[in-house]
T-cell receptor, first 119, second 105 residues
């Protein structure tokens, strides 16, 4: 296994509520990326955190926010949940060298995901 | 135009067959390329990185064609256990929609 863990495994929320998802990165990794995967689609990049700062962001609204902690674990927060937010949320950890640009070749290792259902 | 495009399949092949998937990308300056495998309702697992010189790991061969902007994955001697969705990834963040493979006994 990758050593990347996520919690909770499953979650059911009501439209308009807020949710926090958690991810612990693999030992030795300093970067966490979050993805949303709808049924039948590939993962869509939400954002990446490197050394506690947001390092890049996909095409997601500001109600998707995150944090990275000194131990490199991370949270994804989603406010004002919408029905379309129902998806599998994946985090991936990787190791990034400080001097290398964002698009360099980093292998990512995924956690098992959190399946969010918004009703 | 999407960053990454894949034929979703499905590909249904008999055991022992050779099957190939392609994945095209739009950004000619792309630097990194990967193939992941995803089983039903599981997380993606890294299958292999794709280097400019190509990459081979057992029955799996990945190649990069920069001129035509595509990467490929070749699976030889298909096993039942190869049945999964195969995702290509460009520049770490951009995933294709995945190609579904079913290997039939």
């Amino acid at each position: 296994e990758t050593g990347v863990t996520q919690s909770p495994t499953h979650l059911i929320k009501t439209r308009g509520q807020q949710v926090t998802l958690r991810c612990s990165s693999q030992s030795g990794h300093n970067t966490v990326s979050w993805y949303q995967q709808a049924l039948g689609q590939g993962p869509q990049f939400i954002f990446q955190y490197y050394r506690e700062e947001e390092n890049g962001r996909g095409n997601f609204p500001p109600r998707f926010s995150g944090l990275q902690f000194p131990n490199y674990s991370s949270e994804l927060n989603v406010n004002a949940l919408e029905l379309d937010d129902s998806a599998l949320y994946l985090c991936a950890s990787s190791f990034r060298l400080r001097t290398v640009v964002r698009t360099a070749s980093y292998e990512q290792y995924f956690g098992p995901g959190t399946r969010l259902t918004v009703t | 135009r999407k960053e990454v495009e894949q034929d979703p399949g499905p590909f249904n092949v008999p055991e022992g067959a050779t099957v190939a998937f392609n994945c095209t990308y739009s950004n000619s300056a792309s630097q990194s390329f990967f193939w992941y495998r995803q089983d039903c309702r599981k997380e993606p697992k890294l299958l292999m990185s794709v280097y400019s010189s190509g990459n081979e790991d057992g029955r799996f061969t990945a190649q990069l064609n920069r001129a035509s902007q595509y990467i490929s994955l070749l699976i030889r001697d298909s096993k039942l256990s190869d049945s999964a969705t195969y995702l290509c990834v460009v520049n770490q963040f951009y995933f294709g929609t995945g190609t579904s493979l079913t290997v039939i006994p």
